[in-house]
């Protein structure tokens, strides 16, 4: 199995007019699921660094990235106004880096930010997971206690251990 180096690289996506120079880390996994990274309110991307060294992840393809404000991004409250420009952000990142579905790997308020994403996008493409304690499947996905944090699981068990809520919305999975 070939193994390969995370990418740390500058993403400039654009929203409303506004240019966002936003930093990332990408790796490329071996044909594995893309798991797509989004961290909370004081984090950054290096939060999931530990990640893109596990070699359990070593076939998935990792994509994380700061928000602005967050690690080496700049700030800019009139571009930047409140968490729904964030869920934005992070559609367009993941739009323009990953081209395919993508297990959701959020941490904190990146929850209300997937949330957010498949509230404003759809939830197709996106399987969610939680690595907080204050944010559990039940809350994204109507699943039944806490989630196991992703770098812990392989990617055999990312791809088959899914559960699909009773919560009305079918389409939305998360790993128990």
């Given at each position: 199995?070939?193994r390969?180096l995370p990418k740390l690289d500058w993403?400039?996506?654009h929203?409303?007019?506004?240019?966002?120079?936003l930093?990332?880390?990408?790796?490329?996994?071996?044909?594995?699921?893309?798991?797509?990274?989004?961290?909370?309110l004081?984090?950054?991307?290096?939060?999931?660094?530990?990640?893109?060294?596990?070699?359990?992840l070593?076939?998935?393809d990792?994509?994380t990235?700061?928000?602005?404000g967050t690690?080496l991004a700049?700030f800019?409250?009139t571009t930047c106004p409140?968490v729904?420009t964030?869920?934005?952000?992070a559609?367009?990142?993941?739009?323009a880096?990953l081209p395919?579905?993508?297990f959701?790997v959020v941490a904190?308020?990146?929850?209300l930010?997937?949330?957010l994403m498949?509230r404003?996008?759809g939830?197709?493409?996106v399987?969610?997971?939680?690595?907080s304690?204050?944010?559990?499947p039940?809350?994204?996905a109507?699943?039944?206690?806490?989630s196991?944090?992703i770098?812990s699981?392989?990617?055999?068990?990312i791809s088959?251990?899914r559960f699909?809520?009773?919560?009305?919305?079918?389409?939305?999975q998360?790993?128990t």
């Amino acid at each position: 199995m070939k193994r390969l180096l995370p990418k740390l690289d500058w993403i400039t996506v654009h929203r409303n007019q506004a240019a966002y120079r936003l930093p990332y880390c990408f790796r490329k996994g071996n044909g594995g699921p893309a798991l797509l990274f989004v961290h909370g309110l004081g984090g950054c991307k290096e939060n999931f660094y530990a990640a893109f060294q596990t070699a359990a992840l070593a076939d998935c393809d990792l994509l994380t990235f700061d928000f602005p404000g967050t690690g080496l991004a700049e700030f800019d409250a009139t571009t930047c106004p409140d968490v729904s420009t964030l869920a934005e952000l992070a559609h367009l990142v993941w739009k323009a880096l990953l081209p395919g579905p993508v297990f959701l790997v959020v941490a904190s308020m990146g929850g209300l930010v997937g949330l957010l994403m498949m509230r404003k996008y759809g939830s197709a493409g996106v399987e969610a997971s939680s690595t907080s304690k204050e944010i559990s499947p039940r809350k994204i996905a109507c699943s039944r206690g806490e989630s196991r944090p992703i770098p812990s699981m392989s990617c055999q068990k990312i791809s088959s251990e899914r559960f699909s809520g009773n919560c009305g919305r079918p389409d939305i999975q998360a790993i128990t």
